[in-house]
């Protein structure tokens, strides 16, 4: 099915049940100093970094350098960065895309590793499988992306990379989501050029604009539902643990969870304090459906 107009995918997204928010404006303003045509980075990375210098996707905490947990608090960090990292983990985010560009390929995390290389060592995620399919929705809709070789020099398997493999990046913001928050993020790199001229937007929209609907229309994959007490009311900050994957996603204020998971055969625990662990509930997740399945957990007298 072919999408067209602004006005359609507005329409898409309400039948979907999709909130779609879109921030650009920090971005923006550090665009501003870039030089329109220029296929790669300025001296210093002008129009890269903030006004104190900062490259802001490089200034997450990182998992591998920063001591984000540790007595010493966390790492000083730029006024930006503290409230997208506020804005990221104060907002139950599904699914998230962060755009690039000087090349062409979909990017899923780690973006960073342990192995002290600048490149080449891949870092994959608990859901390294949801990820990598993430990245290859956006990809396979692409016009080109998907042949990897869109770019001078560029080589990349089916038009995807985990991001590390293809070079480091320590206090990246996609990394942060997933260590984070409940977001599953994907880094697309849509133009050869850093900074294409303006009079290429259309053509650069119609290359991507499949892409980025089979993208959002990919959030409905895997598991839903609520969480409870024995009263219906909604149980905030429930943990869904699937067996095998060790990376958990909570539940809302309401008790809602959204978890992505690939086709296949799951066991899922709920834990919540103050509450007895459900028991291991096996749930299949079908090719181009959302499983929806709730749970209700028992008050655990011991925590009185």
């Known amino acids: 099915m072919k999408r067209t107009s602004a006005l359609e995918m507005e329409v898409l997204l309400m039948v979907w049940n999709v909130v779609f928010v879109s921030l650009m404006k920090v971005q923006f303003q550090i665009q501003e100093y870039g030089m329109e045509g220029n296929c790669n980075s300025r001296n210093n990375y002008i129009g890269r970094n903030n006004a104190h210098g900062v490259d802001l996707n490089r200034d997450f905490p990182d998992q591998f350098i920063d001591a984000f947990n540790n007595s010493n608090g966390l790492p000083a960090k730029q006024n930006e960065t503290l409230a997208l990292m506020t804005w990221i983990v104060s907002n139950p985010f599904v699914l998230s895309a962060n755009l690039h560009g000087g090349a062409v390929v979909a990017s899923y995390p780690y973006d960073d590793s342990a192995s002290g290389l600048d ?23 692409h016009p080109f992306m998907k042949t990897g070789v869109a770019c001078p020099l560029d080589t990349f398997e089916n038009g995807i990379t985990n991001g590390a493999l293809w070079y480091e990046v320590k206090g990246g913001m996609q990394d942060f989501n997933y260590l984070h ?48 007490d024995h009263n219906g009311a909604g149980i905030q900050a429930a943990q869904i643990v699937v067996e095998g994957i060790n990376h958990v996603v909570t539940t809302t204020n309401r008790g809602e969870y959204w978890r992505l998971l690939v086709p296949g055969n799951y066991q899922v625990v709920v834990t919540a304090w103050g509450y007895k662990p459900s028991n291991a509930t096996p749930v299949t997740v079908v090719e181009g459906q959302v499983s929806w399945k709730n749970f209700t957990l028992e008050i655990d007298s011991s925590h009185s």
Do not use: Q
């Not at 490149?119 to 809709?141: G, Q």
């Open 119 to 141: 490149c080449c060592a891949e870092s994959p995620t608990p859901d390294n499988d949801v990820f990598r399919h993430l990245a290859s929705v956006y990809a396979n809709a």
């Open 181 to 228: 928050s409940n977001c599953f993020e994907v880094t697309f790199e849509l133009s050869c050029c850093k900074y294409p001229n303006a009079s290429n937007m259309s053509y650069e929209w119609s290359n991507n604009k499949e892409s980025l609907l089979s993208f959002m229309e990919a959030v409905h994959m895997g598991i839903k539902g609520v969480v409870m």
